[in-house]
């Protein structure tokens, strides 16, 4: 195997050396906002939004379309249109502020350090250029290979992930291969510099159910061997339940809830959350179980709701959630984060807690109304 | 690509076979015939069918034909009844003109359309764009014949930088032929810049919306790179298809322009043999303008499978 890295020698890192801690965070997201200004107002897509993603380990973010979760993703790289976007916040990358940064320096992070495999390979892969250029410009571009060196590489990437006989594929067009073969190519182009964070942005949702896994299992191989980060961005919490080693979870352009996967699974706190959990259909359900869809629709992220934003969907609502936003706070561990007035406990709404302040374990098995609200 | 390539050229075959039977039939519907031209219109009806007789005019139409098109595909297009000159010579010396007209006024207007696109497709909306936009808005309204004299006027006879009027063929003297040939050619650019500035412009901002150029950002490439790489080739067919037609257009239709430069291109050259009801003349300019058109197309149609290698499949 060939690896990019090994001819990169200084020149690569000098533009971009690891400035940060090897013990801090990969990436830190502080405080990201971003809306965007349309004719019929202003869109908030992401709000507020904070996390961190640790060197070689997988963030999952989950939640339903219009969550913002690809607009989160496009905007920690900045990869945002340069009009009528509102962007707040840091984007701490290896130490760099990427929301500091002049386009010419975001360049040469990105695709380098940073790069992104995009949901549908059909529309992300030029389809007038042939897949071979499509992987070696980045080659030549970031670490300054000739033509046969990159074209060598290109070769040994496609074997990499997969593509059978890549010394003919490399003069394919995309037109030419099957979604997951696409989709392979996809992986090589966003691996071939060995970058430090891959954003995949549901990089199986076009694919078949047995292509997914590959797909998957790929990514994950990959990462193994590169020790790199990755954030995968799903609406789908199995394909992350067994390979993130976080999760957030997005409701309207915010986090509502983060956790380490285990800790999520385990002592689920957030509403929306269990309903995403519960949407997933089991093997061991009987035939002929309805599928528990949650009922209504997410938010118009123009005018989104008050108060709680799951409030109107939300099975335990209570008067104070229509009112007040809930902020995130911790319970239990502190790197359990949810946005949450009652908190789910052993999967029944908790009474009132305080900020910072581990919930109060209730009997009351009723699910709705078993809390006074609170007098604010 | 070469049985897709075999196909297109079958067609263009038979095509040409039609647009022979057209070309003929449509010249026999002129109302009037070459006698007038030929013996005045005081001449006797006796005099008048000796002529026809002589010029086998009186044959029924489906034998004229034959006759016609057997000279054709022996390389013999005939004669003027006017001037007695050669058909084959007419187009010979007509067609060259008509050539560099086109080469000249689409050299031009690609030179100057494409940059301004790539360039203004960029920014959207932004005063640039706007100033360029309407600009080329004006150039479209404004014909050959309203930019050949002003041109001549300013550049000819106040300037004296270019002749007026002439024509030196290019293997007599390339550098007069080439310096005869700016002024008119410019003449004509002007519509082409104007249309295919704007196709360019707006298939590139619709490229520009596409993932794959998202994919090509997130690679760290530069946006001259992306423009050139990954923009341009896919946005070229609604600019490709329009300077087919345009060119297709432009062979025979500069007569304006070569009038006002007295020069006997085809263009030129088929109105007149029109007004005298110059029979062989007109069919064999039109059907070689027609040639001419349907082997364009098939250039274009050629061009579009080196620029979308998905085209051979459909």
Known sequence: MIRPTAGRGNAGTLHFPDVSDLADPLLEVEDLVT??????????????????????????????????????????????????VLRSGTVRFAGHDLTAMEPAQLRQVWGAQLSMIFQDPMTAL?????????????????????????????????????????????????????????QRVMIAIALACA?????????????????QAQILDLLAAMQQERHMAVILVTHDLGVVAKRADDIAVMYAGRIVERAPT???????????????????????????????AIGGRPPDLIHPPTGCRFSPRCPYVQDKCREADPPLRTAGSPDHLFACWFPLVDGVPS?????????????????????????? | MLAYLAKRLGQLVVVGFIISILVFL?????????????????DTAHNRALLLAQLGLNKPLYQQYWIWISH??????????????SVGHIIATGFPIDLELIIVSQVVAFAVAIPLALFTARRPNRPVDNVATTGTFGLLALPPFVIAPVFVAVFAVALKWFPATGYTSFTTDPATNIHDMILPGLALTAASIAVYYRLLRSDL??????????????????????????????????????AGVNIGALLAGTFIVEYLFAMNGLGYSIVVAVQQRDYLVIQGIALVVAIAYVVLQFIVDFLFTVVDPRVTRE
């Open chain 2, 26 to 42: 449509l010249v026999h519907l002129l109302p009037g015939d070459p006698t007038v031209v030929i013996l005045g219109p005081n």
């Open chain 1, 262 to 292: 285990r800790t999520l699974f385990a002592h689920t706190r957030m509403p929306y959350t269990r309903a995403l959990m519960d949407s997933i259909p089991r093997l061991s359900d009987p035939s002929g179980t309805r599928l528990r």
């Open chain 1, 126 to 182: 030029n389809p007038v250029v042939r897949i071979g250029r499509q992987i070696t410009e980045s080659l030549r571009l970031h670490l300054k290979m000739d033509r046969k060196e990159a074209t060598a590489t290109a070769i040994e990437l496609l074997r990499s992930v997969g593509i059978p006989s890549p010394e003919q594929r490399i003069r394919s067009y995309p037109f030419q291969l099957s979604g997951g073969m696409r």
């Open chain 1, 195 to 211: 970058p430090r964070l891959v954003l995949a942005d549901e990089p199986t949702t076009g694919l078949d159910v047995t292509v």
């Open chain 1, 351 to 376: 009474g009132p807690s305080g900020s910072g302040q581990p919930v109060t374990l209730t009997t009351n098995g009723a699910p709705n109304n078993a809390v006074e609200a609170p007098a604010s």
């Open chain 1, 35 to 84: 809306s965007f200004r349309t004719t019929r107002g202003t869109v908030h897509a992401v709000d507020r939004v904070s996390l961190t993603v640790n060197r070689g380990q997988t963030l999952g973010v989950v939640g339903e379309s219009g969550s913002g979760k690809t607009v989160l993703s496009r905007s920690i790289m900045g990869l945002l249109p340069a009009r009528d």
């Open chain 2, 72 to 85: 054709v595909f022996s390389g013999n297009l005939g004669e003027s009844y006017v001037t007695h000159e």
């Open chain 2, 205 to 242: 901002i619709s490229t520009l919306q596409e993932d794959f150029i998202t994919m090509a950002r997130s690679k760290g490439l530069s946006n001259r790179y992306i423009m050139m790489r990954h923009a341009f080739r896919p946005s070229t067919f609604s600019l490709m298809a329009a």
